[in-house]
Nanobody, 121 residues
Framework: QVQLVESGGGLVQPGGSLTLSCVVS????????LGWYRQVSGKQRELVAA???????KYADSVKGRFDISWDNAATTLYLQMNSLKLEDTAVYSC???????????????WGQGTQVIVSS
């Protein structure tokens, strides 16, 4: 069974930094797109950053130049380095991975449970 588990959220002051981690575990056949989304209560979930094959990376305009997405293949861990955090970055951040589990022929999107990031002075 594929699982995604995030960590690294917390309280940070404006201008500070946080690194979110997402460990992907289970019987993974093939791994496709990876990404981080965030959601503020009452608002639609939005894409923060995504990473796909051949290192194709995209960022939301609001985080370009401040956030960095990366993947450690050996540790099967997705990271989101967040710098120069702003009040409006406060949200629940969730990682997602499009995976074909080993022994199957279908791809599915898997999600972590989410981790809260609060930017406040």
């Amino acid at each position: 069974q594929v699982q995604l588990v995030e960590s690294g959220g917390g309280l940070v002051q404006p201008g500070g930094s946080l690194t979110l981690s997402c460990v992907v575990s289970g019987e993974i056949g093939s791994l496709y797109e990876l990404g981080w989304y965030r959601q503020v209560s009452g608002k639609q979930r939005e894409l923060v950053a995504a990473l796909s094959g051949r290192d194709i990376i995209k960022y939301a305009d609001s985080v370009k130049g401040r956030f960095d997405i990366s993947w450690d293949n050996a540790a099967t861990t997705l990271y989101l380095q967040m710098n120069s955090l702003k009040l409006e970055d406060t949200a629940v951040y969730s990682c997602t991975a499009n995976i074909r589990p080993a022994g199957t022929i279908s791809r599915s999107d898997y999600w972590g449970q989410g981790t809260q990031v609060i930017v406040s002075s």
